[in-house]
């Protein structure tokens, strides 16, 4: 049996994930225009960068050997994230939330039909059981739950009080919470028991909590220190308070203090979140989150051609991409 990878896959289901949206969208019919045509102005707008689209597709097929039957949850991941990117980033207030001709409120009308009631469509225009519909649908509710609960511990984080432990709190919802939705209805999807649900719901929370890392470090090497103009209290900065002297604890929170309105400060800490030995403490719990999110999934036993495929995608998330400074 050939290899695969996560990239062909998404590569060979990105067309059909598109035309179910564009079913969704049309079953809106001709009353909804209007509707219709901001999500599809939202959509174009906040493309998702990455292909994590597949995953309910290896839970699915990891389950049963087969991935196009869950190519529904991926349009529902798409339209949750889409939705949720947006919102994100109104609430961070940095500007970048322009949908083409739509005015800021005309977005967040549309945000709120993509990533609400548009996947809650999908759902129930599937020729499923109605026990599996209604489970799905509960699934959509619950997860903005408690994704908008670790959202909002995040918007609230105390940088004075922060630990990893309590941002990792915060990931496991506002992150992992979408990923747990989503895996978990893949295996609702396939026929899982009951047991094996839950667990690909743990799955998907470490799955989340490692893509919040990823994302963390995407923000300082892409330049856009969205976290540090947004005083976020992010995993990274956690460590570093953790190992930190106090002296170089007071100066961590004077430099985050300001870093939100001083280009200089920004600089300077993220000197020193990129100090050696704050990375190598990133780097064991980087590790150790792909670790048990491997255990997970070797655990699982499943389809042995998409196993290997799903741990690629743990390997994208789990990537260590910062390299440390040595100046200060």
Same mark, same amino acid.
């Given at each position: 049996?050939?290899?695969?990878?996560?990239?062909?896959?998404?590569?060979?289901?990105?067309?059909?994930?598109?035309?179910?949206?564009?079913?969704?969208?049309?079953?809106?019919?001709?009353?909804?225009?209007?509707?219709?045509?901001?999500?599809?102005?939202?959509?174009?707008?906040?493309?998702?960068?990455?292909?994590?689209?597949?995953?309910?597709?290896?839970?699915?097929?990891?389950?049963?050997?087969?991935?196009?039957?869950?190519?529904?949850?991926?349009?529902?991941?798409?339209?949750?994230?889409?939705?949720?990117?947006?919102?994100?980033?109104?609430?961070?207030?940095?500007?970048?939330?322009?949908?083409?001709?739509?005015?800021?409120?005309?977005?967040?009308?549309?945000?709120?039909?993509?990533?609400?009631?548009?996947?809650?469509?999908?759902?129930?225009?599937?020729?499923?059981?109605?026990?599996?519909?209604?489970?799905?649908?509960?699934?959509?509710?619950?997860?903005?739950?408690?994704?908008?609960?670790?959202?909002?511990?995040?918007?609230?984080?105390?940088?004075?009080?922060?630990?990893?432990?309590?941002?990792?709190?915060?990931?496991?919802?506002?992150?992992?919470?979408?990923?747990?939705?989503?895996? !978990?209805?893949? !295996?609702?999807?396939?026929?899982?028991?009951?047991?094996?649900?839950?667990?690909?719901?743990?799955?998907?929370?470490?799955?989340?909590?490692?893509?919040?890392?990823?994302?963390?470090?995407?923000?300082?090497?892409?330049?856009?220190?969205?976290?540090?103009?947004?005083?976020?209290?992010?995993?990274?900065?956690?460590?570093?308070?953790?190992?930190?002297?106090?002296?170089?604890?007071?100066?961590?929170?004077?430099?985050?203090?300001?870093?939100?309105?001083?280009?200089?400060?920004?600089?300077?800490?993220?000197?020193?979140?990129?100090?050696?030995?704050?990375?190598?403490?990133?780097?064991?719990?980087?590790?150790?989150?792909?670790?048990?999110?491997?255990?997970?999934?070797?655990?699982?036993?499943?389809?042995?051609?998409?196993?290997?495929?799903?741990?690629?995608?743990?390997?994208?998330?789990?990537?260590?991409?910062?390299?440390?400074?040595?100046?200060?």
């Amino acid at each position: 049996m050939s290899s695969l990878s996560y990239l062909e896959l998404h590569r060979q289901v990105s067309p059909s994930i598109e035309a179910e949206i564009d079913s969704a969208l049309d079953r809106l019919g001709p009353s909804s225009s209007a509707v219709k045509s901001a999500i599809t102005k939202l959509l174009h707008h906040q493309k998702l960068r990455h292909p994590l689209s597949v995953l309910p597709l290896l839970v699915h097929a990891i389950e049963t050997g087969t991935p196009r039957p869950a190519i529904p949850l991926s349009a529902v991941h798409v339209l949750w994230w889409t939705s949720a990117c947006y919102l994100d980033d109104l609430a961070d207030g940095n500007g970048g939330t322009k949908v083409e001709d739509l005015g800021e409120n005309e977005a967040l009308l549309a945000s709120l039909i993509t990533g609400h009631m548009l996947p809650v469509q999908v759902i129930q225009s599937q020729e499923v059981p109605d026990s599996v519909r209604g489970a799905l649908t509960a699934e959509i509710t619950n997860g903005w739950i408690v994704a908008v609960e670790g959202q909002l511990d995040d918007m609230r984080g105390d940088v004075g009080g922060a630990t990893r432990k309590s941002v990792i709190t915060a990931y496991r919802g506002k992150s992992g919470a979408p990923f747990g939705m989503i895996t !978990a209805m893949a !295996a609702i999807l396939s026929g899982a028991e009951r047991n094996e649900i839950e667990r690909w719901r743990e799955f998907g929370y470490v799955f989340g909590i490692l893509w919040q890392m990823f994302n963390d470090q995407d923000d300082i090497l892409s330049g856009r220190n969205e976290d540090l103009l947004n005083g976020t209290v992010t995993y990274l900065l956690a460590c570093a308070m953790e190992g930190a002297t106090p002296e170089s604890r007071a100066e961590i929170l004077a430099l985050h203090t300001v870093a939100q309105e001083s280009v200089r400060a920004r600089s300077e800490l993220t000197d020193l979140l990129l100090a050696p030995a704050v990375l190598r403490r990133y780097r064991q719990d980087i590790n150790g989150y792909r670790d048990e999110a491997y255990r997970i999934v070797n655990d699982m036993g499943g389809d042995p051609h998409y196993v290997p495929v799903l741990r690629q995608l743990v390997d994208l998330s789990a990537q260590m991409l910062l390299q440390p400074r040595t100046g200060r």
